[in-house]
């Protein structure tokens, strides 16, 4: 499967400090195609825009948990985000029989 596609049918769901009661606010990765445009729409499509934050997380809920199913995104270090694609890029949602698409949980924690 194409990069474009993946990217096209990930959706980020995006929380503030884990508020998992609260609804979240949602993107497509195809949005953010890299570290640079991932850490500026962050807090917009967060709503904490102005605000300080201190992490963002990103969570792969089909990555089991005796792996790491959470990372710390870390601005201007493309390695991180080339990590988060990498690991959508594993998701069984791609193999065969999958519906091709996939969801990954976004936390923005503020200072």
Not at 81 to 96: F, L, Q, T
């Amino acid at each position: 499967m194409s990069l474009e596609t993946i990217q096209s049918n990930t959706t980020l769901y995006v929380f503030v400090d884990s508020m998992f009661n609260d609804p979240p606010s949602t993107l497509y990765l195809k949005s953010c195609k890299d570290v640079a445009s991932f850490f500026s729409l962050m807090p917009v499509v967060a709503g904490v825009g102005g605000k300080d934050i201190r992490q963002i997380t990103v969570r792969f809920d089909w990555v089991l948990e005796t792996r790491l199913n959470t990372i710390r995104m870390v601005p201007g270090l493309s390695d991180s985000y080339d990590k988060m694609v990498e690991e959508i890029r594993k998701a069984p949602a791609w193999k065969n029989g999958g519906d091709g698409r996939v969801s990954v949980m976004v936390n923005v924690m503020l200072k």
